[in-house]
């Protein structure tokens, strides 16, 4: 650890990303400095609080900030004195209807880190961003720095999937750094000697398969799971089964079974944004034709939502006016809090425009839900939110939904129905103690 304890990082931006990073590099034995330019945030963390919801991470923070060697601030001026290697984790969300990413936060953490660079520095973007994107701005670093070409630009893509962010942050598969700078490559390498020595693979790239790697693991991702969601498509007017059908596929080693969950499809603030990002950056390097299937990988995950919207119709008679919808799940997916483009969201405020009374319940992300949709009702248990229900739809597999009690549940509402948009629950079970339960790619 004696590296660790002697290389000073600094962390810019401290959302989901750059939060987990600067505790975990802090835990690791690293001297840490988190920059965010949003106060409110900063704050929250210099008292040990995680302004969002992942799992172990504010154990892990009051842990780092206990040990001395964490510690957070909103001035770039005091990061580029304190850290010799810097790390930005800004976000790059969706610009408008192109698709393509805003690139406005990257070129601000640049544009203001840079000016203050006065001794060698090495910079290593973490961001997803457009291929080509790193090779700008790594000559904008060098125009901006008093330091000249002396302040270096790598690009080191993060795979942590939010919910299991300290453990994938701790021990990830791989780390790739996108570099021909020796000084880079020995900085990033120097970050990660402890899981380079416990045999996690360390890759050397150029900046744009560095950047590559990481919007193509994504666009795999997601089109695995469209793959199967148009499996569930065809079953369900076929007469199969899209649970045993994915069973049967994840034997075969080459397929496997990850990611190969049928429902109501993916979302989130990555793998929705950065496929259609990367069609927008094909588009612009004139290799469109190459990513086309993505916009149907995007158009199959869109039909998901409708087709559970159409079940939840068709269970109640054919029309939502005035009915009492349960919808149980904000999130995009179980142990996280966020609800960027969440399918469960989506459905629920598709299923109120159409009349009907909707009551939504989450573990963790009824603050954030309640903020970004105040047209939808909200309450704070699972039975709450399932009173005088005609239907009730599970459209996050929370463990808290997967584990629910049929006969409980069926207590309090006004009629047995179940759409279980995440294939989450055992149909025999529920069908047993008298609900009509119904789900997508099954009979
Ligand atoms: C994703 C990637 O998995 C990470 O590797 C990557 O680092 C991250 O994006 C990122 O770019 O920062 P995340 O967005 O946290 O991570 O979520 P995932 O676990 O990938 O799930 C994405 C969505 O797919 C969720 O809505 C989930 O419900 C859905 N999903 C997942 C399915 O519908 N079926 C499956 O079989 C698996």
Not at 19 to 28: R, S, Y
Not at 56 to 76: K, N, V, Y
Not at 117 to 135: E, K, Y
Not at 309 to 334: E, H, M, S, W, Y
Request: charged letters at 25%.
């Amino acid at each position: 650890m004696v590296e660790a304890e002697r290389m000073r990082v600094s962390v810019i931006g401290t959302g989901y990303l750059g939060a987990t990073t600067a505790a975990c590099l802090a835990e690791l034995g690293f001297e840490v400095i988190g920059l965010d330019v949003d106060e409110a945030k900063i704050d929250l963390l210099r008292s040990g609080k995680v302004p969002f919801y992942e799992p172990g991470l504010d154990e892990l923070l009051t842990e780092s900030l206990q040990t001395g060697r964490l510690h957070f601030t909103t001035d770039f001026a005091e990061v580029a004195e304190f850290a010799d290697l810097h790390l930005i984790c800004v976000g790059t969300p969706q610009r408008d209807e192109s698709g393509a990413a805003d690139l406005k936060y990257v070129n601000a953490a640049i544009d203001s880190l840079a000016p203050h660079l006065t001794r060698p520095t090495v910079v290593v973007g973490r961001s997803t961003v457009p291929v080509g994107t790193a090779a700008t701005l790594a000559a904008r670093l060098a125009a901006l720095a008093p330091i000249g070409e002396e302040a270096e630009l790598g690009w080191s893509p993060e795979f942590l999937r939010e919910g299991f962010g300290v453990e994938d942050t701790l021990r990830p598969n791989r780390i790739v750094i996108g570099t021909d700078s020796p000084r880079v490559e020995k900085a990033v390498r120097a970050l990660w000697q402890q899981q380079v020595d416990e045999g996690v693979p360390f890759l050397v790239t150029d900046l744009q398969t560095a950047e590559l790697v990481k919007v193509s693991a994504n666009a795999f991702l997601a089109t695995k799971i469209s793959f199967i969601n148009a499996m569930a498509e065809v079953s369900e007017v076929a007469g199969a089964d899209v649970i045993q059908l994915a069973e049967a596929l994840s034997y075969d080693d080459r397929i496997g079974g990850k990611f190969l969950g049928p429902g109501l499809g993916f979302g989130g603030g990555c793998l929705p944004k950065d496929i259609r990002a990367f069609m927008a950056r094909a588009d612009e390097l004139g290799v469109e034709p190459a990513l086309s299937f993505l916009r149907e990988v995007d158009a199959i995950n869109q039909r998901r939502r409708a087709r559970t919207t159409d079940i939840a119709r068709q269970l109640i008679g054919g029309n939502f006016a005035g009915r009492t919808v349960t919808v149980l799940g904000a999130a995009f997916k179980p142990n996280s809090d966020d609800i960027r483009d969440s399918p469960a969201l989506d459905v629920a405020s598709t299923i109120a425009s159409l009349g009907a009374h909707v009551t939504v319940y989450d573990p963790a992300a009824l603050e954030r839900a309640r903020e970004a949709h105040p047209e939808l009702n909200y309450a704070t248990s699972m039975l709450d939110a399932a009173r005088g229900a005609d239907v009730v739809l599970l459209l996050t597999e929370w463990a808290e939904f997967r584990e629910a009690n049929p006969e409980e549940l069926a207590t309090v509402v006004a009629q047995k129905r179940i759409v279980d948009g995440r294939n989450a629950l055992d149909p025999t079970y529920w069908r047993a103690s008298g609900w009509t339960y119904r789900a997508l790619g099954r009979q």
